[in-house]
């Protein structure tokens, strides 16, 4: 049962994460300075606690006894859910927003490759393991995902520095290749 629930729950997410992508405008909510502070704050919550969280969970799990790896499995789900969820929604969202005074995504290349890559990152890494969480079949399993994980960290890390080099140059390599 919940295998079919996870792969569900994961093709809606990634469908609706992938609307501003084919032209779905976000309308603004606040004004462009709140929205920035909202996105910037929220991307560093979001790549802090992501980097640093696992690190700390992965070492505890690796080294310490099966009791205090089950016990940091639930300590980082608890901060998933806290941290890394609501910043999965909220840096993008803000951003799309954000991006409106320049057009909408498909007007702002660079915008576009940078969510391109974000939605790729949340397709490899971050909804799996999200979802995973979630539905945590496996809470009493102190190294269940620990290889998979590392494994899509690592896929996404050269993602991570696109979107760091799509935002400070506001150049794209994707965009000119798929929208024109």
């Not at 300590?75 to 803000?94: E, H, N, Q």
């Not at 790729?120 to 269940?144: K, Y």
Request: proline share 5%.
């Amino acid at each position: 049962m919940a295998k079919p629930l996870k792969v569900f729950v994961y093709l809606l997410l990634m469908t609706v994460m992938a609307l501003p992508l084919f032209g779905v405008r976000v309308p603004k909510l606040l004004p462009s300075i709140w929205l920035l502070l909202i996105h910037e704050f929220s991307g560093f919550a979001f790549v802090g606690h992501t980097i640093f969280s696992n690190i700390w969970q992965m070492r505890v799990r690796q080294t310490q006894s099966e009791q205090a790896g089950i016990w940091a499995r639930g300590f980082i789900r608890k901060m998933a859910l806290s941290i890394t969820l609501p910043t999965t929604i909220i840096t993008p969202l803000a951003g799309v927003m954000l991006i409106e005074d320049w057009g909408g995504l498909l007007n702002a290349h660079w915008a576009f490759d940078a969510y391109l890559m974000f939605w790729l990152m949340a397709g490899i890494s971050l909804w799996p393991d999200l979802i995973r969480l979630v539905i945590d079949e496996h809470a009493n399993d102190a190294t269940h995902g620990m290889r998979g994980g590392g494994i899509r960290g690592v896929l996404v890390l050269p993602l991570v520095f696109y979107i760091i080099v799509c935002m400070v140059t506001k150049k794209a390599w994707i965009a000119p290749l798929l929208l024109t």
